[in-house]
């Protein structure tokens, strides 16, 4: 069973840099396409990064690419999103997910229970 906790996150300003993580508490194995979506007040959750099971391909959301790092560890279970140059329109609630591989939220079967980035101007 996957049961996946989240820390980290905050309030930054505009520029700074904040680090997610994300672990598997269960009792899988953890060979699962991992991934981070954010979802901002009044909007859809959106997908903002993706790393596969081995840690060999990622992907990412165009505006975050060059700033935000995805990375695993398979030994621990644990999956980080390093966030830098952070700007207010990355404010949001942001959500570790487990599962197949896709954009969309109904590729991932479990979810953590989510962590508040706020980004000042």
């Known amino acids: 069973q996957v049961q996946l906790v989240q820390s980290g996150g905050g309030l930054v300003q505009a520029g700074g840099s904040l680090r997610l993580s994300c672990e598997d508490s269960?009792?899988?194995?953890?060979?699962?396409?991992m991934a981070w979506f954010r979802q901002a007040p009044g909007r859809e959750r959106e997908f903002v990064a993706a790393?596969?099971?081995?840690?060999?391909?990622?992907d990412f959301l165009d505006s975050v690419k060059g700033r935000f790092i995805i990375s695993r560890d398979n030994a621990k279970k644990t999956m980080d999103l390093q966030m830098n140059s952070l700007k207010p329109e990355d404010t949001g609630i942001y959500y570790c997910?487990?599962?197949?591989?896709?954009?969309?939220?109904?590729?991932?079967?479990?979810w953590g229970q989510g962590t508040q980035v706020t980004v000042s101007s």
């Open positions: 997910a487990a599962g197949r591989w896709g954009h969309e939220t109904s590729a991932y079967d479990y």
């Open positions: 269960g009792r899988s194995r953890g060979r699962y396409n």
């Open positions: 790393i596969t099971a081995g840690g060999n391909t990622t």
